[in-house]
């Protein structure tokens, strides 16, 4: 019973070697699709600053346009005055017209300076736009990237965990089913880690310090005996 118990820990460790392996290869693969979402999500946020930019070049543009037609509006209306001035029979409609023109010309001086001010503002929001179709570009790329890197590790990873599943195949049938199911239980419930060694007299899954008598029997190989406080399998590591 001793050296079947004995035996059957052995196996154990080499197996375990191989799922904790394992476990971590597949957790690795789960959180693929997480990360790829989250870069795909930063890529998504330099979208929307570049499609602000442009908004804002596009804006910016639009009042540029509608002064530019309210300034064409004001000089028609100058012209037309001024050849309606020497037109008219007095000097009271004279002065009236003369007036007119005086404030349409004071609006157009006005205009012209807010169509300055706008051309400035537009070269200033075509330089951001550019910048930041630039960074889109970049990030554009560098996710291309990042997911052909990804799925060439996903890849690996999926070729590696074959090859350790074929390999576990030749521990299997030399430890007892009941022994092997609770052992395969607790690799899932404890992060791939079902079988620990004593580490200076505690768990060396959870580090809870065992007591002496427990030490003295994960020795002996006598009983199968798991961690009070984890449940994981111990034994004893042969040095």
């Known amino acids: 019973m001793t050296e079947a118990l004995a ?14 392996e394992i476990y971590h290869l597949q957790k690795e693969l789960s959180d693929c699709p997480a990360i790829e979402k989250k870069l795909e999500g930063d890529f998504e946020k330099k979208k929307g600053a570049f499609k602000a930019a442009e908004d804002e070049l596009r804006t910016i543009q639009l009042k540029q346009k509608e002064k530019e ?10 012209k037309k005055l001024q ?4 037109q008219v029979k007095t000097n009271k409609e004279y002065a009236a017209m003369e007036l007119e023109i005086k404030g349409l010309k004071a609006d157009k001086s ?3 300076e807010d169509i ?4 400035d503002a537009t070269d200033q929001a075509k330089g951001r736009s ?3 179709k630039e960074v889109l570009q970049a990030e554009e790329g560098k996710l291309k990237e990042e997911k052909e890197r990804f799925q060439k590790r996903a890849g690996e990873i999926r070729s590696r965990v074959s090859e350790l599943e074929e390999e576990r195949k030749a521990y299997l049938a030399s430890v007892d089913p009941k022994l092997m199911r609770q052992y395969e239980r607790l690799l899932k419930s404890r992060g791939g880690l079902a079988l620990v060694p004593v580490v200076e007299n505690s768990c060396g899954g959870c580090h809870m310090e065992l007591p002496p008598q427990v030490v003295n029997e994960i020795q002996l190989q006598e009983k199968l005996i798991v961690c009070e406080s984890c449940a994981r399998i111990l034994y004893w590591l042969q040095t």
């Open 7 to 20: 035996d059957q820990l052995k196996t154990l460790t080499q197996l375990q070697k191989i799922d904790y």
């Open 116 to 119: 300055i001010r706008l051309l």
């Open 69 to 78: 037609v309210e300034l064409q509006t004001i000089e028609e209306k100058i």
């Open 110 to 112: 006005l205009l012209e």
């Open 130 to 132: 550019a910048k930041e």
């Open 83 to 86: 050849v309606q001035l020497y």
